[in-house]
């Protein structure tokens, strides 16, 4: 084997060399288009004839944060159509919404039903 005058007896030569700047970006993009877009899921209430309206209109305001006029719109199509939806979430998102709105209703003695649905 031939030797190297100007390399110390010991040293170690390196064997990882640093990554020009295209080939750390395109280690990015590969890892960038492995991540799967989230799935998200809707959050729908079901009619009942029991939950008074002006508690439906209430609960999709303070937890979807629409306004006065979109809650009761919303409100309505569940009453005339059945289910309406409140919004798109998240998986944890939506479910953390569906307890939220259980719980509140049934602290306040109503039946009103929350689900979620894959969208
Ligand atoms: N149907 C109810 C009533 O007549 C109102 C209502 C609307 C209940 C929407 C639930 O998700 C609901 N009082």
């Known amino acids: 084997m031939p030797t190297n005058p100007s390399k110390k007896p010991n040293s170690v030569s390196p064997t990882v060399k640093p990554?020009?700047?295209?080939?750390?970006?395109?280690?990015?993009?590969?890892?960038?288009?492995?991540?799967?877009?989230?799935?998200?899921?809707?959050?729908?209430?079901?009619?009942?004839?029991?939950?008074?309206?002006?508690?439906?209109?209430?609960?999709?305001?303070?937890f979807f944060h629409k306004d006065q006029e979109t809650a009761t719109r919303i409100m309505l199509?569940?009453?005339?159509?059945?289910?309406?939806v409140c919004g798109v979430f998240t998986k944890d998102v939506a479910s953390t919404k569906v307890e939220q709105v259980i719980e509140i209703s049934r602290k306040s003695g109503h039946p009103l039903q929350c689900m979620m649905e894959k969208v």
């Open 19 to 62: 990554f020009s700047e295209e080939s750390l970006t395109s280690v990015l993009d590969r890892e960038i288009q492995k991540t799967e877009p989230p799935k998200l899921y809707r959050v729908i209430l079901l009619n009942d004839d029991f939950t008074p309206m002006e508690f439906v209109v209430m609960v999709i305001r303070e």
């Open 77 to 84: 199509q569940v009453h005339i159509e059945g289910k309406g």
